[in-house]
């Protein structure tokens, strides 16, 4: 039992020594490689730019079209003409080319208002673009303090146990002196050897854990820098956050609030599209042209050419399509009003989650006050039992009830304490402002 307790203690003195020297990730150092790293967060502004592109002038159908053509024409054949004079000819192969080239402007003057709601419908997609980039961003910054703190509560997990450990192994110490001289049995020394036994898997178990935690949070970042570093465990609350506040906040800043809206702005400029399409459509052209042709031995004439411009107004009209522009304004009003009735369900939607949010907010704020209490009572008595301990008044089983107590009261706290962490970042996260939470 002695061989196997050392053992045990000899692998985890070493993971402890690992783990004092290890390099540090801050918070900051975390938000920095997400921002460049997450594959989300980079698709997102990809999908940002092609917006963009989509409401810049040059595809708002505001500008004119210039279309150049140019182009050669050989020919040879046999000709057999008789001329005015009534002399005959016989031309065998006869050669001859046509060589052009044309200039065509056009620019539409008015289109039914086509390009002034196909432009505003661009631009509410580029709003769309941004509104689904600041909820990948909002859910990757959450997601991101969530693999943090979980990393965060396993490393003081590990300090804990790890100090647990060196309680156990001092009380052996003491337990074993005291049976070489007859004041403790051989009993009490088994009993601490399995203690240490116990505190050392325990101790074996949580850092495999934070191992598992940091590769976690290694796969937010998108970035594999091993898991040879620690994280900032201290926490920073946002204090005196008032229900009434983050519930006005709610209604302008949720993001999925927006896009709901953005939807109704969507279907209602597909409606003016297709209505758009019962208005005529008046453009202007205009062409510069050039010919040059090579005649045969036939022709009158040897060459020609010629060159000039041309220009016009062209109007069209659609009087009948048989009726799919009706149809089309129907169906766009038909989504417009479900467009309106998601609106509605999301706002339901969001009110839940935000009450739930709140409750599940002032719940783990009282159990943190709660758990800072029971362990500062827990600390006392295990303080004032580790003294009676070594004066010998109370027995083992006492001292590692009370140890034992001591720890899972420090446990507690700390899941309690990062709980009310995320608890607190939901609300921010549903009223569209975790960036500017307090990490």
């Not at 940002?48 to 150049?68: F, M």
């Not at 949720?254 to 597909?270: F, H, K, M, P, T």
């Not at 899941?415 to 960036?435: C, H, N, S, V």
Request: overall charge neutral; aromatic content about 8%; charged content about 20%.
């Amino acid at each position: 039992m002695i061989k196997k307790s050392f053992i045990i203690f000899c692998l985890c003195l070493g993971l402890s020594l690992h783990l004092e020297a290890q390099q540090s990730l801050s918070k900051a150092e975390a938000i920095r490689l997400v921002m460049e790293n997450n594959f989300d967060i980079r698709l997102s502004k990809n999908d940002i730019k092609i917006a963009e592109n989509n409401t810049s002038i040059l595809n708002s159908g505001y500008l004119p079209t210039l279309n150049g053509t140019a182009g050669v024409t050989y020919n040879s054949e046999s000709i057999t003409a008789v001329f005015r004079s009534g002399d005959p000819t016989d031309v065998s192969g006869a050669k001859s080319d046509n060589r052009t080239a044309n200039l065509n402007l056009n620019y539409v003057l008015f289109d039914g208002f086509n390009r002034k709601y196909n432009l505003e419908r661009n631009k509410e997609n580029l709003n769309i673009a941004q509104l689904n980039a600041k909820a990948t961003l909002e859910t990757t910054l959450f997601n991101l303090f969530n693999a943090y703190y979980d990393v965060a509560r396993n490393q003081l997990q590990v300090e804990s146990l790890k100090e647990t450990l060196e309680i156990s192994k001092e009380r052996l110490v003491r337990t074993s002196y005291g049976f070489e001289y007859g004041r403790n049995t051989r009993l009490d020394v088994s009993n601490a050897e399995v203690d240490i036994n116990n505190d050392s898997i325990n101790f074996l178990n949580a850092v495999q854990t934070l191992g598992n935690a940091k590769r976690n949070l290694n796969l937010v970042l998108a970035n594999s820098i091993g898991d040879e570093y620690d994280v900032d465990t201290t926490l920073l609350f946002q204090n005196n956050l008032q229900r009434e506040t983050l519930e006005e906040a709610l209604s302008n800043g949720n993001v999925q609030l927006a896009l709901a809206r953005s939807g109704i702005l969507i279907s209602e400029y597909d409606e003016q599209i297709n209505k758009s399409r019962f208005l005529p459509t008046l453009s202007l052209n205009g062409a510069y042209n050039y010919r040059l042709g090579n005649n045969n031995p036939a022709s009158f004439l040897i060459s020609s050419t010629t060159r000039g411009v041309s220009y016009g107004a062209n109007l069209s009209w659609s009087l009948f399509d048989g009726g799919s522009s009706q149809t089309a304004i129907k169906n766009t009003r038909v989504n417009r009003d479900s467009q309106e009735l998601l609106l509605k369900q999301t706002t339901e939607q969001i009110n839940l989650n935000f009450e739930n949010a709140w409750a599940d907010y002032e719940n783990r704020a009282f159990n943190v006050r709660a758990q800072v209490n029971n362990l500062k009572t827990n600390q006392l008595n295990f303080e004032r039992t580790q003294e009676q301990f070594k004066l010998g008044r109370v027995t083992s089983i006492d001292f590692r009830t009370a140890q034992s107590n001591l720890l899972n009261a420090r446990i507690n706290l700390i899941q309690a304490r990062y709980d009310a962490k995320l608890a607190e970042l939901t609300l921010f996260q549903l009223i569209g402002q975790i960036q500017q939470a307090t990490f």
